[in-house]
C-alpha cells in the first residue's frame, strides 16, 4: 500500500528554521514529481513547491521563493523541504502530495497525500 | 500567475439534492482543472482531473465538465459522507488553487 509520512514540524521563532521531511513507501518514488501543499488553520490549500522526478524541473509558490527549498533523495524515498526565515504567516499543516506525472505541468494532479506535518511559527 | 475563483463559497444542501460547485479560471487552462474533497483535518481526495475524468473509486454521483475558464463540478444526488469541502486546482502552468466551497447539511 502506497503511504507518504511527512515529518519535522513544529513550533518555531520567527526569522528561524526548519526542515520538513516526506517519506514514501510502496511506490517506486523516482517515477514522480512531488509536491509540498500547506494549509493555513481554517484556511484553503496553497501550493508551495513542486519538484520533477530527476530534480532538474524546481519550482515555488511567490510566497515562499527565495526562502524556502525543496529537494529530493531517490535512494531515500524522500521529500525534503527547508524553511528558512520564517514568519507568522508560513503558520500551517504542511503536505506533501504525489504527482501523476514524471515532470509537473500541465496535466498534473495529485493522486496521493501525507496526513500532513504541523508548524507553527510563533514567538 | 493563473487566479482561480470558487463559488459559492459555501452552501447548504439536503441529503439527495444536486449540488454544483463553479471554477472560475482568470485565463484560459484548456481542461487541465482538478478537482479534490476534503473533510476536516484529512488529507484532500482526488475526485476529478482534466476536467471531467472521474478518478477510480470516486462514485460516479460525482462528475466535472468545462474547458477554457469556466468548470463546475456536479454531485447528482448528495449523500451525507458528501458533506465536505471542495477544491478545484489548475495545472496549466504550475499550480493553483481555489478558494474552496464548503457544503453544508440543511
Known amino acids: 500500500e502506497m503511504q507518504l509520512v511527512e515529518s519535522g514540524g513544529g513550533l518555531v521563532q520567527p526569522g528561524r528554521s526548519l526542515r520538513l521531511s516526506c517519506v514514501a513507501s510502496?511506490?517506486?518514488?523516482?517515477?514522480?514529481?512531488m509536491h509540498w501543499v500547506r494549509q493555513a488553520p481554517g484556511k484553503g490549500l496553497e501550493w508551495v513547491s513542486g519538484i520533477s522526478w530527476n530534480s532538474g524541473s524546481i519550482d515555488y509558490a511567490d510566497s515562499v521563493k527565495g526562502r524556502f527549498t525543496i529537494s529530493r533523495d531517490n535512494a531515500k524515498n524522500s521529500l525534503y523541504l527547508q524553511m528558512n526565515s520564517l514568519r507568522a504567516e508560513d503558520t500551517a499543516l504542511y503536505f506533501c502530495?504525489?504527482?501523476?506525472?514524471?515532470?509537473?505541468?500541465?496535466?498534473?494532479?495529485?493522486?496521493?497525500w501525507g496526513q500532513g506535518t504541523l508548524v507553527t511559527v510563533s514567538s | 500567475d493563473i487566479q482561480m475563483t470558487q463559488s459559492p463559497s459555501s452552501l447548504s444542501a439536503s441529503v439527495g439534492d444536486r449540488v454544483t460547485i463553479t471554477c472560475r479560471a482568470s485565463?484560459?487552462?484548456?481542461?487541465?482543472l482538478n478537482w479534490y474533497q476534503q473533510k476536516s483535518g484529512k488529507a484532500p481526495k482526488l475526485l476529478i482531473y482534466a476536467a471531467s475524468s472521474l478518478q477510480g473509486g470516486v462514485p460516479s454521483r460525482f462528475s466535472g465538465s468545462g474547458s477554457g475558464t469556466d468548470f463546475t463540478l456536479t454531485i447528482s444526488s448528495l449523500q451525507p459522507e458528501d458533506f465536505a469541502t471542495y477544491y478545484c486546482q489548475q495545472s496549466y502552468s504550475t499550480v493553483t488553487f481555489g478558494g474552496g466551497t464548503k457544503v453544508e447539511i440543511k
Open positions: 510502496g511506490i517506486t518514488f523516482d517515477d514522480y514529481a
Open positions: 502530495a504525489k504527482d501523476i506525472m514524471l515532470v509537473y505541468g500541465s496535466g498534473s494532479y495529485f493522486v496521493s
Open positions: 485565463q484560459s487552462i484548456s481542461s487541465f
